[in-house]
């Protein structure tokens, strides 16, 4: 969300949607609400707050902008409502702690923003919540030397404002940055409303009388939002049925409201009211939607089943996870090497597979079983001839009540041909592009390598200001070696000269061939004195190292550096070197001369 704003707005943007709402909403809830010890009977900035870190992004000036506006809001609105400035400070610090335990409690489970229609994450967040619900209370009674009873009032009160208003804001939220409310038809959005619409009738119809004890019928109404608009209805409904019995109870209105009971009992027996209304939708609208995805995934194992069937030289299996069976079509028993109708089970399909490669499908099979997701994995097989075969699997999980896995569904495909011909291609590139890259004498990168590499080198030091020089160095007196002891002899200089000057190179610095005895050095994050340093440690190492050769010519090297200094393109920064170089030479050669 907002990701074409600035670091720096985006904080600020965040901090304000924090304050405000906040503000507003503890306001609200304290002067509509609140009951004994200033706490309200619901507390929807929790879920308010939570929401908004559930839905911001995940950067540390973000969340901390956002806390500094939910401690400033919190303060604001506890002392309006007439808490002191401990007491208030001490709220909010046990709210603050609150959200940020619920944040990292479901972040432990679901990196993202939690699906609601996933019943494991309604499970893991209301885990969450009601954990740092007590936490939250604990710190606010160990602050404010409350007792059971504040420990209690604060408990609940928090954990139905994260569990009522959190889910039907994060929801909204996904439903307008995915495009799907853009997706649904008129006909839809009217029903939606209607349906919402109707229950907060219901709602207002009961609780504005206290003759008829139909507390009930708002329950029905927020089933039958569950049931015809899934999660965001069962959450929409539910915070809709909230505000209003929260607000007609806090002004004396309704059944719950007249009954004869202390105030504090009378918020207690509404928080249990509320609480019973959420557990009656949430999971609900999850398991239903649960079993719309359980029904989905049985027709598309079915229409895998039907598509391997067709293909040729494809075949399939399953893997009864409940008898511990498993059947293989006639394709997957010659694709391994037996005859149809071969007696095999579960541990001889997967002992096939040669031991690293059984490992490996042991495994992606463990988890596609433990998710529920589809699966692919591709291995070598021994087949009962003893062949080796490179086989490509993909399937799925067929699930029963519940969710739980029943039975694993997959097809299986002699790629052998395949991985071949991809072998020899990607072999036949390495060496083609080896070939084109490298100098076949020495074995260095060659000209038209090095180029490009010195290009790279010279755009990251222009946007980002990291130093960079270059060497060029060839060997002194090169066509009288030739010339006195042939070219047998220079080509093994030539080699020799190379493998010294590499070995006194950095990792990060590189060196390449580029045309007969001439050779460039790419000194890469060197200032000027490193480079020298290093420069000066290639020239004295072709120097002493060639002179410790039996049998060979003393060779030495000239060399010319030059550090960039702004140049526009590699053929400035050569050329500066270049004339180093001729500098060398000119002063008696087996020398290093810097670039002016």
Known sequence: MIRSLSPRVEAVFWFLLTAVGYFLLASLSLHATKGADNIAAVWPPSGYFLALLLLMPDALRTCVAAFAGMALSSIAANMWAGGSLDTSAAFSLANGVEALV???????????????????????????????????????????????????????????????????????????????????????????????????????????????????????????????????????????????VSWMTGRGLGPIAHMHEPPTTIILFLQFYLLMLLGSALPLAALLVGRQRLAKRLEQSNGWLLQAEAAALVGHWRVDLIHW????????????????????????????????????????????????????????????????????????????????????????????????????????????????????????????????????????????????????????????????????????????????????LRDEDMLGRIGGEEFVCILQRSSAQASEIVAERVRKAVETGTAAEDGMPQATISIGLAVFDGELDIEELLHRADQALYAAKREGRNRLRMAA
Request: charged letters at 20%; a positive charge; one cysteine or more.
């Open 325 to 504: 069976k498993i059947h293989w079509s006639d394709q997957a028993y010659r694709i391994h090497g037996l005859v149809p109708g071969t007696p095999v089970d579960v541990n001889y399909s997967v002992k096939q597979y040669v031991a690293e490669d059984g490992a490996a499908v042991r495994k992606i099979l463990e988890e596609a079983v433990r998710t529920g997701e589809p699966f692919e994995f591709q291995g070598r097989i021994v087949r009962a001839d003893g062949e080796i075969r490179h086989v490509k699997s993909h399937g799925s999980i067929e699930a029963g009540r519940g969710g739980r896995a029943v039975a694993i569904f997959g097809t299986v495909q002699d790629v052998t041909e395949t991985v071949e011909n991809a072998r020899i291609l990607e072999a036949a590139r390495s060496a083609a592009e080896r070939v084109a890259n490298t100098d076949m004498l020495t074995g260095l990168p060659n000209r038209r390598h090095t180029l490009a590499f010195l290009e790279k080198a010279l755009a990251g030091a222009r946007e980002h200001g990291a130093p960079l020089a270059v060497a060029i160095f060839d060997i002194d007196h090169f066509k009288r070696i030739n010339d006195a002891h042939g070219h047998a002899t220079g080509d093994k200089v030539l080699r020799l000269v190379a493998q010294r000057a590499k070995a006194a």
């Open 102 to 244: 619920a944040l990292k409690l479901i972040r432990l489970r679901e990196r993202g923003t939690p699906s609601f229609m996933v019943p494991r994450s309604v499970v893991a967040f209301c885990i969450a919540t009601v954990a740092a619900s007590i936490a939250s209370a604990g710190l606010a009674a160990l602050l404010t030397g409350g007792g059971f009873d504040f420990f209690r009032s604060w408990l609940t009160t928090v954990a139905l404002g994260m569990l009522i208003v959190t889910p039907p804001i994060v929801m909204l939220a996904r439903l307008v940055e995915t495009g799907a409310i853009a997706s649904v038809s008129r006909r839809g959005i009217a029903e939606a409303t209607a349906i919402l619409v109707a229950t907060a009738m219901i709602a207002i119809v009961c609780f504005s009388q206290a003759e008829f004890p139909v507390t009930f019928l708002p329950c029905l109404a927020v089933v039958a939002a569950s049931y015809r608009l899934g999660p965001f209805g069962a959450a929409g409904s539910v915070l809709i049925v909230t505000i209003i």
